[in-house]
């Protein structure tokens, strides 16, 4: 869930995501940020080799990204959103 694991400018326009959210009431609060490729292909099994509805379609997702160097460089961040705030959250 940290912004550290995360690319340095896209962690900036999340915290800024964040703050217009709750300036505007928002309720949002973040799950998960940068992800391990076998974390990745773990959510990408539910609804197929493990039981639940499909998570994920792809296993090479923008939360597994790294640098240049390999270290951690997400550009995703999942949220819980209750069901009626999505369409502000969407906003």
């Known amino acids: 869930r940290d912004t550290e694991s995360l690319?340095?400018?896209f962690a900036s326009r999340l915290r800024r995501f964040e703050?217009?959210?709750?300036e505007r009431g928002?309720?949002?609060?973040?799950r998960e940020t940068w992800r391990s490729p076998d974390r990745q292909a773990w959510i990408f099994q539910q609804g197929?080799?493990?039981p639940?509805?499909?998570?994920?379609t792809t296993l090479t997702s923008w939360h597994c990204r790294v640098d240049?160097?390999?270290?951690?460089?997400?550009r995703a961040a999942d949220y819980h959103v209750p069901p009626a705030q999505l369409p502000r959250f969407h906003q």
């Open 7 to 9: 690319d340095p400018v």
């Open 68 to 74: 240049r160097g390999g270290r951690p460089a997400g």
């Open 26 to 30: 928002v309720r949002a609060s973040r």
């Open 48 to 50: 197929r080799s493990r």
């Open 52 to 56: 639940g509805p499909i998570a994920t």
């Open 19 to 22: 703050r217009l959210l709750a």
